[in-house]
């Protein structure tokens, strides 16, 4: 599920960084290509609570011969890779060492040189190469040591700064261990900050500004619970809202270094008072969250601000029915696609279907059906070809407009059946845009159908309670025509009967409506749905019945968000 707020997400930056391990890694190589040059040199040093606790080196034989100038940097001479391993047997040692312990954290200076090498060595000797968190000492040393405090922020300048212990001599181990001591004197600098945790750390960019610093105390009595945050200005107007399932800890990063976002930075200087709203599960968070949001339109939100702002796809009722893109559903028996996000991609809907079936595309008024309707100016135009000016009979045109009807609320595939066939024409004559543009307009019609398939069937239900175990007890919630109406959680000890009954009495009335969001937003029932479908979940009471069409759109999940890049839905 995309989100919807603009932090993160529900989870909290919490590795502290005393508990992390750390491998500082560094290379010498032939040359600064990470395709043409090939590495000579590897020094890894692993580290946790400020101590070394172990360490890995080795020449490597790169294959090629070693320019003189680098030599004359490094002081690795041809003769001495000559009897050393080549990558290929280096490498299984090196990523083991890495991988030695969990959640192991890489650290380099100028770390994309560094990571680009390896990574391409991994590739070339058919290894995968593992995909740790990097911390880039040269991208902190920046972010936090300006000029003139010092003159640049090669290693060798840094180490001397921060008193290294050792003093890098473009050896990979010795450079190594210097970066140690560069990282050392770096976390130091970044405590007093307030940036105690790994992921802050990572999110580094530049120092807390002076007004961000200024309200770090706005989060010393925040609950260390979940819920929804809201940041206030003087009037008391809603700058921003969030959700945590640590409100002081997320709070209190927005005031560190840790929070780069220059928009972010900026309303730090207008906030004077953080209101908390304790929730009892992570879903109820992330819906109060979306509710906040929608109702106050904080200015600092980017996302969901507006969900009033979407289109459908409307199959109009009239004698001849026609598609139009409209701004919101109505109790008119009409079947509807989406909502969709965008005109755009309601546009690219509307023209899938256009694609396969010939309906009309005049916003023309007709006469009753036995009278003869001449053709329209689109018609003569070439640019319609529904048969709705009388050359057949009404019944013809009613299939059409049936097929469509069926395609967006129950089975997309007269829809599908006929892109997929003209997307694969277009491929085998090499004119891959245009087929391009006709699995967009597809995969605009697959999503919207599904959507609308999803949302109207939980919309359908006067009631549902379902469960799902969590870490404090069973998150039990009461759902009622898409709407979250309760949410408690289910302590071991406590009598599930008496639990269950309190919790459906105390739960949000809410009356039936027309379409598939009659009652709340398409990104709260959403949320609803995925909740429903994680593993564990159980249904505890259901009125009515809650199902989507066997041959829906739902069929075709794996293609809509392989479309868009991402793993299919499970």
Same mark, same amino acid.
């Given at each position: 599920?995309?989100p919807f707020?603009d932090q993160?997400?529900?989870e909290?930056l919490?590795?502290?960084?005393a508990?992390?391990t &750390?491998?500082?890694?560094d290379?010498?190589t032939?040359g600064t290509?990470?395709?043409? $040059?090939?590495?000579? #040199?590897?020094g890894?040093?692993?580290?946790?609570?400020g101590?070394?606790?172990? @360490?890995?080196?080795?020449?490597?034989?790169?294959?090629?011969?070693?320019p003189?100038n680098?030599?004359?940097?490094?002081?690795?001479?041809?003769a001495?890779v000559?009897?050393?391993?080549?990558i290929e047997?280096?490498?299984p040692?090196l990523?083991?060492?890495l991988? #030695?312990?969990?959640?192991?954290?890489?650290?380099?200076?100028?770390?994309?040189?560094?990571?680009?090498?390896? =990574?391409?060595?991994? @590739?070339?000797?058919?290894?995968e190469?593992p995909?740790?968190?990097?911390?880039?000492?040269?991208?902190?040393?920046?972010?936090?040591?300006?000029a003139?405090q010092?003159?640049?922020?090669?290693?060798?300048t840094l180490?001397?700064? &921060?008193?290294a212990?050792?003093?890098?001599?473009?050896?990979?181990?010795?450079?190594?261990?210097a970066?140690?001591d560069?990282?050392?004197?770096l976390?130091?600098?970044l405590?007093?900050l307030?940036v105690?945790?790994?992921e802050e750390?990572?999110?580094?960019?530049?120092?807390?500004?002076?007004?961000?610093?200024?309200?770090?105390?706005?989060a010393?009595?925040?609950?260390?619970?979940?819920?929804v945050?809201v940041f206030n200005?003087?009037q008391g107007?809603?700058?921003y809202?969030? =959700?945590?399932?640590?409100?002081?800890r997320?709070?209190?990063?927005? &005031?560190?270094a840790?929070? $780069? *976002?220059r928009?972010i930075r900026?309303?730090?200087?207008l906030?004077?008072?953080?209101t908390p709203?304790?929730?009892?599960?992570?879903?109820?968070?992330s819906?109060?969250?979306?509710?906040?949001?929608? #109702?106050? =339109?904080?200015?600092?939100n980017?996302?969901s601000?507006?969900?009033?702002?979407?289109?459908w796809?409307k199959?109009?009722t009239d004698?001849y029915p *026609?598609?139009?893109?409209?701004r919101?559903v109505?109790?008119?028996?009409?079947p509807?696609l989406?909502?969709y996000?965008?005109?755009?991609?309601?546009?690219?809907?509307? #023209?899938?279907?256009?694609?396969?079936?010939?309906?009309?595309?005049?916003?023309?008024? &007709?006469?009753?059906?036995e009278?003869?309707?001449?053709?329209?100016?689109?018609?003569?135009?070439g640019?319609? %070809?529904?048969p709705?000016d009388?050359t057949e009979p009404?019944g013809?045109?009613t299939a059409h407009?049936?097929?469509?009807?069926t395609?967006?609320t129950?089975?997309p595939?007269v829809?599908?059946d006929a892109?997929?066939?003209r997307i694969?024409?277009l491929s085998e004559?090499l004119?891959?845009?245009?087929?391009?543009s006709?699995?967009?307009?597809?995969?605009?019609f697959?999503?919207?159908?599904? *959507?609308?398939?999803?949302?109207t069937?939980?919309a359908?239900?006067?009631h549902?309670v379902?469960?799902?175990?969590?870490?404090?007890?069973?998150?039990?919630?009461v759902?009622?025509?898409?709407r979250l109406?309760?949410s408690a959680v289910?302590?071991p000890?406590?009598?599930?009967?008496?639990?269950?009954?309190?919790l459906v009495?105390?739960?949000?009335?809410?009356p039936?409506g027309?379409?598939?969001?009659?009652n709340?937003?398409?990104?709260?029932?959403?949320?609803?749905l995925?909740w429903?479908?994680?593993?564990g979940?159980?249904?505890v009471?259901?009125?009515?019945e809650?199902?989507?069409?066997?041959r829906?759109?739902?069929?075709?999940?794996?293609?809509?968000h392989w479309a868009? %890049?991402?793993? $299919?839905?499970q």
């Amino acid at each position: 599920m995309t989100p919807f707020g603009d932090q993160t997400s529900i989870e909290d930056l919490g590795t502290p960084l005393a508990g992390a391990t &750390f491998v500082v890694v560094d290379l010498e190589t032939t040359g600064t290509s990470a395709s043409k $040059s090939r590495i000579t #040199e590897i020094g890894a040093v692993r580290v946790r609570g400020g101590g070394i606790i172990g @360490e890995y080196t080795t020449l490597v034989d790169p294959g090629m011969l070693i320019p003189a100038n680098i030599t004359l940097l490094t002081g690795i001479t041809q003769a001495m890779v000559a009897t050393a391993p080549p990558i290929e047997k280096v490498l299984p040692e090196l990523l083991a060492f890495l991988e #030695e312990e969990r959640d192991t954290v890489l650290v380099a200076h100028n770390a994309p040189f560094d990571t680009g090498f390896l =990574k391409a060595a991994c @590739e070339r000797a058919g290894l995968e190469w593992p995909a740790l968190p990097v911390v880039d000492t040269l991208r902190l040393a920046r972010a936090l040591l300006p000029a003139p405090q010092v003159r640049n922020h090669r290693l060798g300048t840094l180490a001397t700064y &921060f008193g290294a212990h050792v003093a890098p001599t473009h050896r990979a181990l010795d450079d190594a261990r210097a970066t140690v001591d560069v990282l050392t004197g770096l976390i130091e600098r970044l405590t007093p900050l307030g940036v105690t945790s790994l992921e802050e750390l990572r999110a580094v960019a530049k120092p807390a500004t002076r007004a961000q610093r200024a309200r770090r105390h706005l989060a010393e009595d925040l609950p260390e619970r979940p819920g929804v945050y809201v940041f206030n200005d003087a009037q008391g107007r809603s700058l921003y809202v969030g =959700k945590s399932n640590n409100l002081r800890r997320r709070v209190a990063s927005y &005031f560190t270094a840790a929070e $780069s *976002r220059r928009r972010i930075r900026e309303m730090a200087g207008l906030v004077v008072s953080v209101t908390p709203i304790v929730c009892t599960t992570d879903l109820e968070a992330s819906v109060r969250e979306l509710r906040i949001i929608a #109702e106050r =339109k904080p200015p600092f939100n980017r996302r969901s601000r507006n969900p009033e702002n979407v289109r459908w796809v409307k199959l109009t009722t009239d004698t001849y029915p *026609r598609l139009s893109v409209v701004r919101a559903v109505r109790d008119d028996g009409a079947p509807y696609l989406g909502p969709y996000n965008s005109a755009r991609e309601a546009e690219e809907a509307k #023209e899938a279907l256009l694609h396969a079936l010939p309906l009309r595309q005049c916003t023309h008024t &007709f006469a009753p059906p036995e009278r003869v309707v001449p053709k329209c100016v689109l018609a003569q135009l070439g640019r319609c %070809g529904a048969p709705c000016d009388g050359t057949e009979p009404l019944g013809a045109y009613t299939a059409h407009a049936e097929a469509a009807r069926t395609a967006m609320t129950t089975d997309p595939a007269v829809v599908l059946d006929a892109l997929t066939g003209r997307i694969r024409e277009l491929s085998e004559d090499l004119r891959y845009e245009e087929a391009a543009s006709l699995r967009d307009r597809l995969m605009a019609f697959l999503r919207g159908a599904r *959507r609308v398939q999803r949302l109207t069937a939980i919309a359908a239900l006067p009631h549902l309670v379902a469960s799902r175990p969590g870490a404090t007890g069973w998150e039990t919630i009461v759902v009622r025509h898409g709407r979250l109406a309760a949410s408690a959680v289910l302590t071991p000890g406590t009598d599930p009967t008496a639990f269950l009954a309190s919790l459906v009495a105390t739960a949000e009335r809410v009356p039936p409506g027309h379409g598939p969001v009659p009652n709340a937003t398409a990104g709260e029932s959403e949320l609803i749905l995925d909740w429903l479908v994680t593993p564990g979940a159980r249904l505890v009471e259901v009125e009515g019945e809650w199902t989507c069409p066997l041959r829906g759109a739902e069929a075709h999940t794996r293609m809509t968000h392989w479309a868009h %890049g991402r793993a $299919s839905a499970q």
